[in-house]
Nanobody, 129 residues
Framework: EVQLVESGGGLVQAGGSLRLSCAASGFRFDRYVIGWFRQAPGKEREGIACINARDGSMYYSDSVKGRFTISSDNAKNTVYLQMNSLRPEDTAVYFC??????????????????????WGQGTQVTVSS
């Protein structure tokens, strides 16, 4: 059974940093794409970053590019999201999700929500102004 557990959320002032973790179990980690998503109150869920754990390729949305960094530690089956220069508009529940690379398609990396079948429960990030 695929399990994903996020941690590291919290309250931080604007301009500060947080590092989120997504601990994975129940699947062959290096055969998966892991994505980070967020959902702010009253807004749709948004894909912000993803990493192909097999080849390390990454993708970022424009909203976080240059401020957030995704990385994976395959030995620990964990993906991280380092968030710097946080803004109040980054306030949201952050989720990680996983999908087998085979199912993602020829691009082998995506932040499209329907592409992911396994999701964590989320961790709250609140950025105060």
């Amino acid at each position: 059974e695929v399990q994903l557990v996020e941690s590291g959320g919290g309250l931080v002032q604007a301009g500060g940093s947080l590092r989120l973790s997504c601990a994975a179990s129940g699947f062959r980690f290096d055969r998966y794409v892991i994505g980070w998503f967020r959902q702010a109150p009253g807004k749709e869920r948004e894909g912000i970053a993803c990493i192909n754990a097999r080849d390390g390729s990454m993708y970022y949305s424009d909203s976080v590019k240059g401020r957030f960094t995704i990385s994976s530690d395959n030995a620990k089956n964990t993906v991280y999201l380092q968030m710097n220069s946080l803004r109040p508009e980054d306030t949201a529940v952050y989720f990680c999700a996983a999908e087998d690379i085979v199912n993602v398609g020829p691009v082998a990396i995506t932040t499209q929500i329907p592409a992911y079948s396994s999701w964590g429960q989320g961790t709250q990030v609140t950025v105060s102004s």
